[in-house]
């Protein structure tokens, strides 16, 4: 009976938000908005006539909407938040409401664009429409290596939709390999997602408290081989207690409702060329190291650098293929040491690769998709009661901090993309930050270059430009460090030996010099 009843009502639901989801909803507050996005730069002299106006972006992007069903869902609130919010289809769907304009002053430098996306990231998104906001910025003729007449695109998808990997494929929605793009017609009718009423959701929330812990003990079941693996690894000494404890910095405080967003583009081969130092390093690691070393030198210019090494999480997707047209995350996370208590970069980067293949040897141990499921498990008012205790009481500052900063790397294609007929010429990928985390490196690549785009609250990082100069040179030491050859070992010669001297040596005349006594 409990299992019709449970088919039955999965063929009424709509997408429901999960734990995780839920968890970025709740946290959200007026100082801590919770979307992601990205600063994406466009060159319009690839599009039809030279050029693209605002109305071809709209018309562009309104003919690709079903793409992705991000784009036209929006949240249904269960009564008195017994359960967790669903996805449902916005019946009022308009979208001039969610592409915007606006334009840079003279000159339109890349300082400009920093502070018009930082102002734009601290707004939060209207909850009550489908969560997501795109903002024309015209006016970028004085940022090296763009050309004069691109335009930037400042996105905003809320977290609780999409994680990194679901923020690429929304990217794949609305751009096209070539400068020409057809929009080819939906292949199926999109699924229904109707707007249930309060009764139904109630009887919907019932449902789930009932189930829910079965799904636990299902969870558990899966996650004890990983734990046995676990316990043998730590014997065999393939996993390592790393007891490391996490420093309290700056970053780990409670969050103003302003933010600062600069970056870097670094040459990808070049970045490559880093991790080859190492046997079994990654491109990762070289990032982890670059950022180690610029926030070493940033602490160090504040005097606050702290004595232990400071941890990164790092996100990785445990989406599968049968998940990826759906919203919401599926994500777990590594805990990873950054070395910025090491001056040395080459020590650094040996250190990050190895706090990086412990982290992954635990995730592989314990199951990084099982750890996700777990992270679901908690009640909705248990979650959202949390989430609000937690930034109301400004807990961030009375308890250790679980890490200092997030390090997310999401890649990008190597080849060009178009969106209405322009060639994107740049990305820059923009995430949150909230309470005991007030930084946060968003690390994309795009057609030879690696970017690694910094997002802070002002209040802790004044001074955006600088700390991206302390990422700039932490990359160049570890570069000049990793790839300049060997000192070459100098032969040692044989010195002739001294003959004894049978006569008195001779003065620059020819002279015999006198004898001294």
Do not use: C
């Given at each position: 009976m409990a299992g019709k009843i449970g088919n039955l009502i999965k063929e009424w639901s709509p997408e429901q938000l999960t734990g995780l989801d839920a968890a970025f909803l709740y946290l959200e507050n007026a100082r801590s908005p919770m979307h992601i996005g990205s600063i994406a730069i466009y060159d319009p002299s690839t599009a039809a006539?030279?050029?693209?106006?605002?109305?071809?972006?709209?018309?562009?992007?309104?003919?690709?909407?079903?793409?992705?069903?991000?784009?036209?869902?929006?949240?249904?609130?269960?009564?008195?938040?017994?359960?967790?919010?669903?996805?449902?289809?916005?019946?009022?769907?308009?979208?001039?409401?969610?592409?915007r304009h606006i334009a840079l002053p003279q000159p339109g430098d890349w300082r400009q664009l920093c502070i018009q996306a930082s102002r734009l990231h601290a707004r939060p998104l209207d909850l009550s429409k489908p969560l997501w906001e795109f903002t024309v910025i015209e006016g970028l003729d004085n940022i090296k290596g763009v050309p004069k007449g691109a335009y930037a695109i400042f996105s905003k998808i809320h977290h609780c939709a999409i994680d990194g990997a679901s923020g690429v494929e929304i990217a794949q929605a609305v751009h096209s390999l070539q400068?020409?793009?057809?929009?080819?017609?939906?292949?199926?009718?999109?699924?229904?997602?109707?707007?249930?009423?309060?009764?139904?959701?109630?009887?919907?929330?019932?449902?789930?408290?009932?189930?829910?812990?079965?799904?636990?003990?299902?969870?558990?079941?899966?996650?004890?081989?990983?734990?046995?693996?676990?316990l043998a690894g730590l014997r065999r000494g393939d996993i390592k207690l790393m007891g490391a404890k996490v420093p309290r910095t700056r970053f780990n405080g409670t969050v103003s409702a302003h933010r600062v967003i600069d970056g870097v583009a670094l040459d990808l081969n070049k970045v490559k060329e880093i991790k080859q130092r190492i046997p079994g390093a990654t491109v990762n690691d070289a990032i982890l190291a670059i950022v180690g070393g610029g926030l070493r030198r940033y602490l160090l210019d504040k005097e606050d650098l702290p004595q232990d090494s400071l941890i990164a999480m790092a996100p990785i997707s445990v989406r599968s293929q049968s998940e990826k047209k759906s919203l919401g995350n599926e994500v777990s996370a590594l805990s990873i040491q950054l070395g910025t208590h090491i001056a040395d970069p080459l020590a650094r980067l040996h250190f990050t690769h190895e706090a990086a293949v412990n982290s992954k040897e635990t995730?592989?141990?314990?199951?990084?998709?099982?750890?996700?499921e777990a992270s679901k498990l908690s009640p909705a008012m248990v979650t959202g009661v949390a989430a609000r205790v937690y930034t109301r009481l400004g807990l961030a500052n009375r308890i250790r901090p679980m890490f200092n900063t997030v390090v997310t790397n999401v890649p990008g294609p190597p080849i060009p993309l178009y969106m209405a007929g322009a060639r994107m010429v740049g990305s820059y990928g923009v995430g949150p930050v909230m309470d005991s985390m007030g930084l946060f490196h968003a690390v994309t690549s795009y057609c030879g270059e690696i970017c690694i785009t910094v997002t802070a609250c002002r209040k802790m990082m004044p001074d955006p430009a600088f700390y991206a100069e302390c990422l700039q040179a932490s990359f160049d030491e570890l570069y000049a460090a990793a790839v300049k050859p060997p000192a070459k070992k100098k032969r040692k010669t044989k010195k002739p030996k001294k003959k004894a001297a049978t006569h008195a040596p001779e003065n620059g005349n020819g002279a015999a010099k006198p004898a001294l006594h």
């Open positions: 006539g030279g050029k693209v106006r605002f109305k071809d972006i709209l018309q562009y992007v309104e003919d690709r909407v079903h793409r992705a069903t991000t784009f036209q869902r929006k949240l249904k609130q269960a009564p008195f938040g017994v359960d967790h919010p669903y996805w449902v289809d916005d019946t009022e769907f308009d979208i001039e409401f969610h592409i400068p020409e793009d057809t929009v080819e017609p939906p292949t199926d009718k999109p699924k229904s997602a109707r707007e249930p009423g309060n009764v139904e959701l109630l009887a919907r929330a019932n449902y789930n408290a009932w189930t829910k812990p079965f799904h636990a003990i299902n969870v558990g079941r899966r996650m004890a081989p990983g734990a046995l693996k676990y995730a592989n141990a314990v199951g990084a998709r099982e750890l996700s």
